[in-house]
């Protein structure tokens, strides 16, 4: 089983263009996160899923967007890349959102903007 | 504010215990979460604690005080791949994990 996939596993952006990172999962989880990891500071919560077809704002929503078309797939857009979205970028998904449900995550995607 | 303290980093030498604290101060409490992550690798889930005691697991214990805000996890017989960094994460009332910054555990032989 695949788990979670990411893709790509790293990218050089040029600021002002913009980009899709790609995450699926085959777990037929219903949750799905996304979350951004900067050296110094824990994961931050961008966008979060708790179902398909439903989205929600994480703590540093500000130039993201995602979509939930079906359970599998939560595409990551940033429009206009910025300097300051350079990061590692985490998709993680869950059974559910409460009790024990553990979030578990994808390899990641290192993305630099230049 | 939400806030998850760890420390930044420790050592510890293969084979013996090490201790690695955690206090919160969250909106809400539905769970306490601590995952290991090895440099350039995704969090795996270690524990989850949610009532005041103690878990254990092989090797590794996690420990939870709601009325203190505090937890630690514990790691008896260390050995070489043990070196990574630790996340302390929250479940809040929101029911979305608040993460701390995470501790590097470096082990020497």
């Known amino acids: 089983t695949a788990g979670i996939t990411q893709a790509p596993t790293s990218q050089i952006l040029a600021a002002g263009r913009s980009m899709t990172l790609r995450c699926t999962q085959d777990m037929r989880h219903n949750a799905m996160y996304w979350y951004r990891q900067d050296l110094g500071l824990g994961l931050r919560l961008i966008h979060y899923?708790?179902?398909?077809?439903?989205?929600g704002k994480g703590e540093v929503p500000d130039g993201y967007s995602v979509s939930r078309a079906n359970t599998d797939d939560f595409p990551l857009t940033l429009a206009s890349a910025v300097p300051s979205q350079t990061s590692v970028y985490f998709c993680?998904?869950?059974?559910?959102?409460?009790?024990?449900?553990?979030?578990?995550f994808g390899p990641g995607t290192r993305l630099t903007v230049l | 504010g939400q806030n998850i303290d760890q420390p930044t980093e420790m050592t510890a030498t293969e084979g013996a215990i090490v201790q690695i604290n955690c206090t919160y101060q969250?909106?809400?409490?539905?769970?306490l979460f601590w995952y290991q992550q090895h440099a350039g690798e995704a969090p795996t889930f270690l524990s989850y604690?949610?009532l005041d005691g103690l878990e254990e697991k092989g090797r590794f214990s996690s420990f939870l005080s709601r009325s203190k805000g505090y937890s630690y996890l514990l790691l008896k017989e260390l050995q070489m791949k043990d070196s990574a960094s630790y996340l302390c994460?929250?479940?809040?009332?929101?029911?979305?994990?608040?993460w701390g910054a995470g501790t590097k555990l470096i082990i020497k032989p």
């Open positions: 604690n949610v």
């Open positions: 899923s708790n179902t398909a077809g439903t989205t």
């Open positions: 993680a998904s869950s059974e559910g959102t409460s009790g024990t449900d553990t979030q578990y």
């Open positions: 994460a929250v479940r809040d009332s929101n029911y979305q994990l608040i």
């Open positions: 969250t909106s809400g409490f539905n769970g």
